[in-house]
């Protein structure tokens, strides 16, 4: 993989680009991240996921050390880089090498690295696995993930794609998406205990005036009485889901109202590659 | 600081310790660790120690790339290479280079780096914040501290040195120590979701014969109500708590049953180092 990165001011190959091992990600999970995608050259929703990016780092005590302009400049030359039609960029903020081992340090560390990307096939759907489980800082994109990497082999005996994470009763999202389900053209996703995903949030916008549209607490049993159900993440758009745990959704996958609004976000996402090169 | 470290089977100074950024450990907070001291050249409970790391890396899924001979004799070449009277001893086991930035790799990374420690002073004792919380695996030693450190301003502003966690009004620990309640000469300490610490393991073991123990639940309330409170660490040993919220205990620092468990700890560390010398 010829993937290049950023560190801290320079651009060097990913290969190349370490931390020394008291970096506060390292030794104690402490960061934050994005991802965005990158179609022929063009960030999608680069500024969704900036404003995001430097909320994050706000939310977790962590001093961003470059100015908008400097992150979408690097942004820019890492695209230059990285020449390919499609690009996953991810940006990471770590609480920097901690002389303590336990307090941010003064100087957090940024990187940034882009590599090839492919979509997974919207047509094949996904399974997912109830599991009761919250994140920690939900409304944070935490480079926390232990339970559900610890999980990986049961989901694999599952022959289960993902998780549907749900907590006194109510669903919130999945390991790295949000989750939207749909009852009689009504178009609902969880309020609260998520992530603010920017795809969930233009897929929202989309609905305006064509779904009725519910941001509200869902409880699990709603799910399993949905007519669609679809997972939305920057990684994969919108996903159709096939199966939760032993339900099987109502077929077909994509089902009617995923299939419209997956027209919609791609004309939305079209707009905004234009809105960019403007 | 002229640390040596120890990263998949070389031997190389601390600060030249890199990792690339696609260990799962940097990426998703995916790995585990332990911590021993070493004292005059001597790892303290260092069977113990491996034990846990060893039990720790099955838990997580993670392959021990290395047999315990291996481990003692990579323990023992660090001590050798880092000449101190008191070293701070750390192993990390990562999830190693991850393809897909999510799954555990085949090869996990491990590092074990020595450095140039020393004790606080328990005559001074500590103030702890009571903070409702509890860790996501919490039997394991995980790479996992968000919201602690994101806490660590309100804890800074607070003049409190660190945290109480409870749940449902039971506590467990504080964020990188056991702690326990003395109570009418009787020692009490949180029986699950904790850490099952080294220290906190010896100090309930020299207990025996001279004071009551007990391994329970043990509710918020008893702790402001006890005679004396302490935390254990392997990095702190006993340590008197002065304070917990407005609360001051009462006085003095570290109290009798407290000073008495200091004196039997130390004669059990002791023994211990003979043990490994002969």
Same mark, same amino acid.
């Given at each position: 993989m010829d993937a290049y990165a950023y560190l801290n001011g320079e651009f060097l190959p990913l290969a190349e680009t370490r931390l020394q091992v008291t970096d506060l990600a390292f030794l104690r999970g402490y960061g934050i991240f994005d991802f965005l995608r990158v179609v022929k050259g063009h960030p999608i929703f680069v500024d969704d996921h900036l404003d995001r990016f430097e909320q994050a780092a706000k939310v977790m005590g962590l /001093?961003? @050390?470059?100015?908008r302009e400097c992150l979408q400049q690097l942004i820019a030359e890492l695209i230059q880089l990285n020449p390919h039609e499609l690009l996953g960029l991810k940006m990471i903020l770590t609480g920097g090498y901690s002389a303590d081992g336990f307090t941010p340090a003064e100087q957090p560390n940024l990187l940034a690295w882009a590599s090839p990307f492919s979509f997974p096939d919207a047509a094949l759907g996904v399974s997912l696995m109830s599991y009761e489980y919250h994140r920690e800082i939900p409304g944070v994109k935490t480079l926390s993930y232990l339970p559900p990497i610890q999980m990986l082999p049961q989901l694999k005996r599952q022959a289960t794609d993902d998780y549907l994470y749900y907590w006194n009763g109510l669903i919130s999202e999945s390991s790295r998406s949000n989750v939207f389900i749909v009852k009689n053209q009504t178009v609902s996703t969880a309020a609260t205990g998520i992530l603010p995903g920017i795809t969930r949030k233009h897929v929202l916008s989309v609905c305006q005036g064509i779904f009725a549209v519910e941001e509200r607490a869902i409880q699990l049993a709603e799910v399993f009485a949905a007519d669609e159900v679809f997972i939305t993440s920057s990684n994969q758009r919108i996903m159709p889901v096939r199966q939760i745990d032993q339900h099987v959704l109502p /077929? @077909?996958? @994509?089902g009617p109202v995923t299939r419209k609004l997956q027209a919609l976000f791609l004309e939305r996402e079209g707009m905004q590659r234009v809105a960019v090169n403007r």
């Open positions: /001093q961003m @050390p470059e100015s /077929q @077909p996958y @994509p």
